[in-house]
């Protein structure tokens, strides 16, 4: 593929500069995207028909930690399909069975019907082959009739307009899905048709979206939660929310009642104008060759799905600057060619090799991009974690050892960690924008913040990007501390969800069951 940004220097440092600068977010870009933030959340909250819809998900209380029971889990989210069995023993605890299919490129863009079925096939497997319980024969109710013996909880990591815990209709697709005759139509009876149709004894009972059950798994093993969050193959957070400021529930039952919802954010969607993220020409590449373009914008900043792709394009640009390659030579490989040729394993990879064991401040000391870096006037201990990196672009980008110098590998890790610290920093702005929504902070600058709230505030997470990605958790906090004060940020729990998809609708099937639904 042909590079997508290419830069025609008289030096080698103004480039450096210059993408340094596309990619730096300073304190007030901050203040004003997690501004612009909270008003999409209002807007959101307000009325339907928003990018970031705001969508309630009818779940209006989150566990302690003292629920017990067997449920299915089925969870829709990315590359792979995941059936769970699980077993919640009351004690913050739990078992799972699991067992993963995968979600051919056929299925995503083929017909809606035929993932369904899929998905129940899948189903049915997991029940003949994984199952601690025999499900196969039905139960009778007192009257005789015969019931479905099987209640799961769906996790559908997709935009759905929700209009009870176990209802909701498609909205859009995102992460390479886009099946047809799919759009507009409610997803639990999508599911529950494939289930009929081939006789299972099968009932969805409940649908949340992965941030939801995030929340809801975080609660029941930490014993309080009020925001769940995934940052990995994408990005989107759910927390809970006051019913009375759920302005387009007026005149529902569910505002009515009052009280506290989980709302699933859809955040991924936030400022598809643009108007304040941080636009390169890099991330433009991005959107305009997506599937999606012009929709999930913040998503396509901060997840990894995007990120390795977007660290491609600006090597590729080094690679053909003129009038002279300012990368590898000028050299370049099928991974570097191909769309998406890189992923954020490749990222992730090349910063541990650069942190490696020595954390001394000496071990990050590098000379200016644009000079030589000849080994004799590097220290040791940072030529060889560069000799490392080097190791990383070989088995990754397929080059040779020896067309990779000292200096490419610097700029390699640089490039990088530029993507990924902007990705962190924009990842903290949504996390604040919950702190204050929930007026459990206030925005650096606009008053002191609320006293008498001393609690750990919990967040679950779950994705790779904040699991494994090295320093990702820290530059997250570093954003956060600046937005609401290190006091409300040293107070924010911030756990991982374990298994938030399978354990999270696990608790949202038993919430239905208690409802009566």
């Not at 193959?233 to 400021?245: D, F, I, P, R």
């Not at 709302?263 to 993220?277: D, P, Q, V």
């Not at 220290?379 to 088995?395: C, E, F, G, H």
């Not at 938030?500 to 208690?514: D, F, H, R, W």
Request: aromatic share 8%.
């Amino acid at each position: 593929m042909a590079s997508l940004s290419v830069f025609q220097h008289e030096g080698p440092q103004a480039v450096f500069d210059l993408i340094q600068r596309q990619f730096t977010l300073d304190q007030d870009n901050l203040v004003e995207i997690t501004k612009a933030f909270l008003r999409e959340f209002k807007l959101g909250l307000e009325n339907y028909g928003h990018a970031m819809a705001m969508i309630p998900s009818f779940v209006t209380a989150v566990p302690d930690g003292t629920e017990t029971g067997t449920f299915l889990a089925l969870d829709l989210g990315g590359t792979n399909l995941r059936v769970c069995e699980v077993v919640l023993h009351g004690n913050k605890t739990f078992s799972l069975v699991q067992q993963k299919y995968r979600v051919s490129e056929a299925l995503k863009t083929g017909e809606a019907t035929s993932l369904f079925d899929y998905l129940a096939d899948s189903v049915d497997a997991f029940l003949t082959t994984h199952a601690t319980i025999d499900y196969v024969t039905p139960s009778e109710d007192e009257s005789g009739k015969e019931q479905p013996t099987v209640h799961l909880g769906l996790t559908f990591s997709f935009p759905v307009e929700q209009t009870a815990l176990g209802s909701g209709k498609i909205l859009t697709w995102t992460k390479g899905f886009a099946a047809k005759n799919a759009i507009g139509k409610d997803v639990v009876e999508l599911l529950q048709d494939a289930f009929d149709r081939k006789h299972m004894p099968v009932k969805c009972v409940a649908l949340v979206n992965d941030t939801v059950g995030a929340l809801l798994s975080r609660a029941y093993q930490a014993g309080h939660c009020i925001s769940g969050a995934i940052f990995g193959t994408g990005t989107n957070g759910a927390y809970l929310e006051q019913v009375s400021k759920i302005k387009k529930l007026e005149g529902t039952t569910a505002s009515a009642r009052g009280g506290e919802m989980v709302i699933n954010t859809e955040w991924g969607g936030f400022n598809n104008s643009r108007t304040h993220l941080p636009t390169t020409p890099f991330d433009n590449a991005i959107d305009r060759l997506s599937i999606n373009p012009r929709f999930q914008a913040f998503e396509k900043f901060i997840s990894g799905m995007y990120l390795g792709e977007i660290t491609r394009n600006v090597l590729v640009s080094l690679i053909d600057a003129t009038p002279k390659s300012l990368l590898f030579e000028g050299k370049s490989t099928p991974a570097l060619n191909q769309h998406y040729g890189l992923d954020t394993s490749f990222m992730s990879a090349i910063e541990e090799a650069w942190i490696g064991t020595d954390e001394s401040q000496e071990a990050f000391v590098l000379p200016p991009l644009g000079s030589d870096f000849k080994r004799e006037n590097l220290s040791p201990i940072v030529a060889q974690k560069l000799d490392n990196i080097r190791q990383v672009i070989v088995k990754f980008l397929g080059l040779k050892g020896e067309e990779v110098s000292l200096k490419d590998a610097a700029l390699t890790r640089w490039a990088s960690s530029l993507v990924a610290r902007r990705a962190a920093l924009l990842s903290g702005t949504a996390v604040a924008t919950v702190l204050i929504q929930t007026e459990r902070a206030t925005l650096r600058g606009e008053g002191q913040p609320p006293r008498g709230l001393n609690e750990r505030i919990g967040f679950g997470v779950d994705g790779s990007l904040v699991e494994h990605y090295p320093n990702f958790g820290r530059i997250l906090r570093e954003s956060l501390r600046y937005l609401v004060g290190e006091e409300v940020e040293k107070r924010v729990d911030i756990g991982l969800a374990k298994d938030g998809s399978g354990v999270g609708a696990a608790l949202a099937a038993l919430m239905a069951l208690k409802q009566g639904l």
